[in-house]
């Protein structure tokens, strides 16, 4: 039986154990400082980078070339052979150009080859939790069609929050006006965003104070995962401590499958800013 091994970007932010552990071949983005570049998650990690965003520094981040993924992909066919099956999960087109990137790499290979690109259609481990899924799922001797299957179905069956701590970054980002961050700023507002199913950032509720807005977050999850079996990955920016507490909450209260704590990465970051905490939850 022929090799299935499943690809992703770094902006799905899947831990180095995880991927290690299950083989998940990561291609990262990069972020530059000025001057200086850093490939995410190789030269540069979450804590430095968040370091660097709390002294005001302002980061660019670029995906990943076309001529990048075609190199991975070659490698992959090096390690496993021509019959090798690759699946691409991949961050939301609509929010980095990495999909068309990898869909452009492809492009270059020999068509012979069995290359699947996914726009996952999420960001962060909201695409993260699904290509392990599939990694693990490829471990365990599925089929590719069985693969294909379930991607798109946690693309589906899955509600994702954050809540952010700050609205710096979302007026830097130009996502709202300087008096609307002034403002939200002095009445303490609190963000609660998703990532609806066109791959697309959107408002879920606006709540005052850091708690009201998790404890807001809370009620939407159970709305979604009361009485079901579910897996789940709790998210945070510099806020670990927080992050395990909602998510030993999670595992209390639901029938939780898989439980992962992530720290999200740079490409993300630059648009939440530090302190922000969130979920993904996905009906089994």
Same mark, same amino acid.
């Given at each position: 039986?022929?090799?299935?091994?499943?690809?992703?970007?770094?902006?799905?932010?899947?831990?180095?154990?995880?991927?290690?552990?299950?083989?998940?071949?990561?291609?990262?983005?990069?972020?530059?400082?000025?001057?200086?570049?850093?490939?995410? +998650?190789?030269?540069?990690?979450? *804590?430095?980078?968040? *370091? *660097?965003?709390?002294?005001?520094?302002?980061?660019?981040?670029?995906?990943?070339?076309?001529?990048?993924?075609?190199?991975?992909?070659?490698?992959?066919?090096?390690?496993?052979?021509?019959?090798?099956?690759?699946? +691409?999960?991949?961050?939301?087109?609509?929010?980095?150009?990495?999909?068309?990137?990898?869909?452009? %790499?492809?492009?270059?290979?020999?068509?012979? $080859?069995?290359?699947?690109?996914?726009?996952?259609?999420?960001?962060?481990?909201?695409?993260?939790?699904?290509?392990?899924?599939?990694?693990?799922?490829?471990?365990? +001797?599925?089929?590719?069609?069985?693969? $294909?299957?379930?991607?798109?179905?946690?693309?589906?069956?899955?509600?994702?929050?954050?809540?952010?701590?700050?609205?710096?970054?979302?007026?830097?980002? %130009?996502?709202? %006006?300087?008096?609307?961050?002034?403002?939200?700023?002095?009445?303490?507002?609190?963000?609660?965003? %998703?990532?609806?199913?066109?791959?697309?950032?959107?408002?879920?509720?606006?709540?005052?104070?850091?708690?009201?807005?998790?404890?807001?977050?809370? &009620?939407?999850?159970?709305?979604?995962?009361?009485?079901?079996?579910?897996?789940?990955?709790?998210?945070?920016?510099?806020?670990?401590? &927080?992050?395990?507490?909602?998510?030993?909450?999670?595992?209390?209260?639901?029938?939780?499958?898989?439980?992962?704590?992530?720290?999200?990465?740079?490409?993300?970051?630059?648009?939440?800013?530090?302190?922000?905490? +969130?979920?993904?939850?996905?009906?089994?």
């Amino acid at each position: 039986m022929s090799a299935i091994v499943i690809l992703t970007d770094s902006s799905t932010d899947v831990e180095l154990s995880l991927a290690n552990e299950w083989g998940i071949e990561v291609v990262p983005l990069k972020i530059s400082f000025g001057e200086e570049t850093f490939i995410d +998650g190789v030269t540069i990690n979450p *804590r430095e980078f968040t *370091r *660097r965003l709390e002294n005001g520094e302002t980061p660019v981040t670029s995906q990943p070339s076309p001529g990048e993924f075609a190199d991975r992909f070659k490698e992959i066919v090096e390690k496993h052979g021509n019959d090798v099956t690759i699946i +691409g999960v991949m961050m939301s087109s609509q929010l980095s150009g990495t999909y068309q990137s990898a869909v452009i %790499g492809k492009s270059v290979m020999d068509e012979n $080859l069995d290359i699947t690109i996914i726009d996952s259609k999420k960001g962060s481990m909201f695409a993260g939790i699904i290509a392990v899924e599939a990694a693990k799922m490829a471990r365990a +001797g599925a089929s590719k069609q069985q693969i $294909l299957d379930k991607v798109e179905y946690m693309m589906v069956n899955q509600v994702n929050f954050i809540v952010l701590d700050t609205l710096d970054y979302l007026y830097k980002g %130009g996502r709202i %006006g300087r008096a609307s961050a002034l403002f939200g700023s002095l009445i303490n507002i609190k963000p609660i965003l %998703g990532v609806d199913e066109n791959g697309s950032v959107f408002p879920i509720a606006k709540v005052r104070g850091h708690k009201k807005a998790v404890s807001r977050m809370m &009620e939407e999850i159970h709305k979604f995962a009361h009485g079901a079996k579910v897996k789940i990955a709790v998210l945070h920016i510099n806020a670990l401590e &927080e992050a395990k507490v909602i998510k030993e909450q999670l595992c209390r209260e639901y029938n939780v499958l898989e439980a992962y704590l992530s720290e999200i990465g740079p490409v993300v970051s630059a648009h939440v800013g530090p302190g922000g905490v +969130g979920c993904v939850v996905v009906k089994e």
